[in-house]
């Protein structure tokens, strides 16, 4: 009896510290997760950066960044948004480097304010969402990201 009191005590240390590795997120769902860029549905022609998390395509397409938040052009951060210490401008440069003048592959999430919101990578594959995250100019949106992440 002893050895199946460990065994279930074992058994629910394992499945809580699983739980706990999340960090709070849920499991994505790998068959919506990670959209490769073969299978993007929007090419965007990027024609001009707007900010550290929005774009806009040469056709006239805006593109906001998915589970991505940037400091406004202003330098203020809108009431319940994340607020990352880098400023607009840096996270604006950022973006630049990445995208302006290219053609990126866009994998569509929703629409937010007439904007595409979107999943997007370079041509060479680096998806341009993770990219500013880990560029530290901007922060991830856990409440989009729980939606459909990135960086996956």
Not at 41 to 51: F, G, I, T
Not at 56 to 66: A, F, N
Not at 124 to 142: D, Q
Request: glycine share 6%; hydrophobic share 40%; net charge neutral.
């Amino acid at each position: 009896m002893r050895f199946q009191t460990f065994a279930a005590l074992l058994l629910l240390i394992v499945l809580a510290a699983g739980w706990l590795a999340l960090d709070g997120r849920e499991a994505p769902d790998h068959a919506t997760a990670s959209v490769r860029p073969s299978e993007a549905e929007l090419s965007c022609d990027v024609a001009y950066v707007h900010d550290g998390d929005s774009l806009r395509c040469r056709d006239g397409t805006r593109v906001r960044l998915h589970a991505v938040a940037a400091r406004e052009v202003n330098e203020t951060c809108s009431p319940g948004h994340p607020c990352p210490a880098a400023s607009g401008a840096e996270a604006t440069r950022a973006l630049k480097r990445l995208a302006e003048g290219r053609t990126l592959a866009c994998a569509p999430v929703g629409r937010s304010y007439d904007r595409v919101t979107a999943v997007c990578w370079t041509p060479e594959g680096t998806e341009v969402n993770c990219a500013m995250i880990r560029s530290g100019t901007t922060e991830i949106w856990p409440r989009y990201d729980r939606q459909r992440p990135i960086c996956a």
